[in-house]
């Protein structure tokens, strides 16, 4: 077995033994399904017909995302209050490949879980929108990944969750603390809405944080509806998460290079 290998098997044999591991995906799965159901249920048409019925379905991605960043902050940070860090430095020497194999096993779990989660926000609008008046007497097709702008919108919602993941853990290896880490996340991901929200900045820096913000760029992708009214079009604004995502890893892999764990 390579070192490769080796790295990726114990970054699975560590994440998988951690009980927060398996709550944390769940809590990830039934956040990101429970908001789902709960805003389908509400949301009715002719009242709420401007609504895009499929966005409207994966609504749980905005509350889940938080159990997944959670989940891969802890993957680093727990290593360094726990002190595992020096162990896995001395089995993997070199960091970058331990930094690597940390950011393939966290993707991995988070896309299954992932695609668990936004399967079940599909089928939970597929189910409950038309019974709501989203019909095609209405003009909506139905919410199914049968589907193409469908299938493109809940594919690419399980690419942001892993994305999200990964900007955490990127995060986390530059921060090493757990709080902070997770307080500098959640900031970045929920101030930039809360802020474009209010409606008290000027009309062109409230269009560049919507454009650029790395949730409200990202979650672009569930739109299926009204594209060109859109600050940024679904997979330019998850290629500026995929910037975000990117810097953080580079920043990330830059700290655990050069500084002692």
Not at 189 to 211: K, S
Not at 213 to 231: C, D, N, Y
Request: glycine share 10%; proline share 4%; with cysteine.
């Amino acid at each position: 077995m390579g070192p490769v290998r080796e790295s990726l098997h114990a970054e699975w044999t560590k994440l998988r033994t951690v009980p927060s591991t398996g709550w944390l995906l769940a809590t990830a799965i039934v956040l990101t399904v429970g908001v789902g159901l709960l805003a389908t249920s509400v949301m009715k048409c002719p009242t709420s017909c401007g609504q895009d019925p499929t966005k409207v379905s994966l609504t749980g991605i905005m509350l889940g995302q938080a159990a997944v960043a959670v989940l891969a902050v802890l993957v680093v940070s727990g290593e360094y209050s726990t002190g595992m860090i020096r162990i896995t430095l001395t089995a993997v020497p070199r960091r970058a490949t331990a930094l690597a194999a940390k950011a393939a096993v966290v993707a991995a779990v988070v896309l299954a879980a992932g695609a668990v989660a936004v399967l079940g926000c599909v089928l939970a609008g597929g189910l409950i929108l038309p019974g709501n008046g989203f019909t095609a007497a209405h003009g909506f097709g139905a919410v199914s990944l049968a589907d193409g702008p469908t299938l493109r919108a809940a594919t690419g919602a399980v690419l942001y969750l892993a994305l999200i993941a990964l900007l955490s853990l990127g995060l986390a290896t530059a921060l090493r603390d757990s709080g902070v880490s997770i307080a500098v996340v959640l900031a970045l991901l929920y101030i930039v809405p809360i802020i474009t929200e209010l409606g008290t900045l000027n009309p062109v820096w409230q269009h560049r944080l919507q454009r650029y913000g790395p949730m409200t760029a990202g979650l672009a992708i569930e739109a299926t509806r009204s594209l060109k009214t859109q600050v940024i079009t679904p997979w330019a604004g998850l290629g500026v998460l995929a910037a975000w995502t990117a810097a953080a890893l580079l920043a990330g892999a830059a700290v655990f290079r050069l500084r002692d764990a």
